[in-house]
């Protein structure tokens, strides 16, 4: 069983940064995918920007050459490193993660569909006021 807890939100002004963390337990050898997904009032949960075992990194559009996911070295702290924050990028923030063992297929898997993910943490709200 997975276990992801994310922190760093908070209320910010137009502009400034802000850096989630999402602290991962429970792990075992696995490849994985991990990310981070956004959801405000009224709107579909989206993704924002993904990583996995093999190196793949991808983002939204909305947030290329703002955002930046990283994870540390030793595998369990997933970051994300949010610049030049704007007024529509305030949501509840969601760490995700998907785990599958060595040899499983990840062939037709969308990094940017929610449904996809298996694990989730309970979110960490930003609010960027203009």
């Known amino acids: 069983q997975v276990h992801l807890a994310e922190s760093g939100g908070g209320s910010v002004q137009a502009g400034e940064s802000l850096r989630l963390s999402c602290v991962a337990d429970g792990y075992t050898t696995s490849t994985y995918c991990m990310g981070w997904f956004r959801q405000a009032p009224g709107k579909e949960r989206e993704g924002v920007a993904t990583?996995?075992?093999?190196?793949?990194?991808k983002y939204a559009d909305s947030v290329k050459g703002r955002f930046t996911v990283s994870l540390d070295n030793a595998g369990n702290t997933l970051y994300l490193q949010m610049n030049s924050l704007k007024p529509e990028d305030s949501a509840m923030y969601f760490c995700?993660?998907?785990?599958?063992?060595?040899?499983?297929?990840?062939?037709?898997?969308?990094?940017?569909?929610?449904?996809?993910?298996?694990?989730w943490g309970k979110g960490t709200q930003v609010t960027v006021s203009s």
């Open positions: 990583l996995d075992s093999e190196g793949s990194i």
């Open positions: 995700a993660a998907e785990v599958r063992p060595y040899g499983a297929t990840w062939f037709g898997f969308d990094p940017f569909r929610s449904a996809e993910f298996g694990y």
